[in-house]
């Protein structure tokens, strides 16, 4: 079994093993989301984090995710973004923390606002961070009032120290190349009883669906039965630079200042919720949490 010599970016453990790799990688406007041109992820032995064996910088990666791409449209990414699961989200965090008068949200990857719009109904002023140039536009027209919209880094973003009471990232961290760095940065604009909630994709999952679609005995059956991309060879999911385990999502937590107080497993909700929910669960149960 191939390893590489790149220690796991959460707990540093080294000489850990190739779980996959993938070529040509996936293409996000004109360049390749790896600069090597190649997608090839490592399973850490004791955290559980899935971690790309890349040279791949963050100026590389905001780089790629700033340039103009005509695929990205609104419809894109309400049916990326699941407005549904939104809604639950923010339940959540309302269970956590009850919104008050004056409370303001930042939104990192905000995309086209649908977070942000669901939290204005309780009067919970929203606002963001967002690299996609074209959602930026249409997220300060679709919130109004005034919210603010960043469009760059977290690094360079115009907030004050403590001036936020809800901070969110769903499904953005696995896109970065150092979430615990990012991570801290949000814990200096987060208020003294505010809360952070993030979402990220399921280590579990994609070791399984590695294995469903690749190394199981019927796997070139299956990819041929099933629609669209999963009909290729490419099943690892190329802009991930990250995926986490529940162990590894604690500990990057624990190591930028923050203390967990709710984890949850969600499916993928939308069209296919009623099979994703209970695949979720049943992941959980066989991986120990």
Request: proline letters at 6%; hydrophobic letters at 35%; aromatic letters at 12%.
């Amino acid at each position: 079994m191939k390893k590489t010599t790149r220690k796991c970016y959460i707990c540093q453990t080294a000489d850990n093993p190739i779980m996959g790799s993938e070529s040509p990688c996936a293409i996000w406007g004109s360049r390749p989301w790896m600069p090597e041109g190649v997608y090839t992820l490592a399973h850490c032995r004791t955290c559980g984090t899935l971690y790309v064996d890349s040279d791949v910088t963050e100026e590389y990666l905001i780089s790629v995710q700033s340039e103009f791409c005509p695929e990205v449209k609104y419809s894109t990414y309400q049916s990326v973004f699941r407005p549904s699961e939104f809604v639950l989200n923010w339940l959540m965090m309302k269970n956590c923390r009850r919104p008050q008068q004056g409370d303001k949200l930042l939104d990192f990857g905000c995309g086209f606002g649908e977070f942000g719009t669901v939290v204005q109904k309780d009067g919970v002023q929203p606002n963001g961070v967002e690299l996609v140039p074209q959602a930026v536009q249409q997220t300060l027209k679709t919130w109004a009032g005034g919210s603010r919209v960043h469009a760059g880094s977290l690094e360079d973003a115009p907030f004050k120290k403590g001036e936020f009471q809800y901070i969110t990232a769903f499904e953005t961290l696995e896109h970065l190349r150092d979430p615990i760095k990012t991570l801290s940065q949000m814990r200096e604009f987060l208020a003294e009883d505010g809360i952070l909630a993030l979402s990220v994709p399921s280590a579990d999952y994609f070791r399984f669906k590695f294995w469903f679609y690749r190394k199981q005995p019927l796997s070139g059956l299956v990819r041929r039965l099933m629609p669209g991309s999963m009909q290729g060879d490419r099943v690892l999911c190329h802009p991930h630079v990250y995926t986490f385990s529940v162990n590894s999502t604690r500990r990057m937590l624990e190591l930028s200042g923050f203390k967990s107080i709710f984890v949850k497993t969600i499916g993928w909700r939308g069209k296919i919720g009623h099979i994703g929910t209970p695949v979720a669960h049943l992941l959980e149960l066989a991986s120990g949490g």
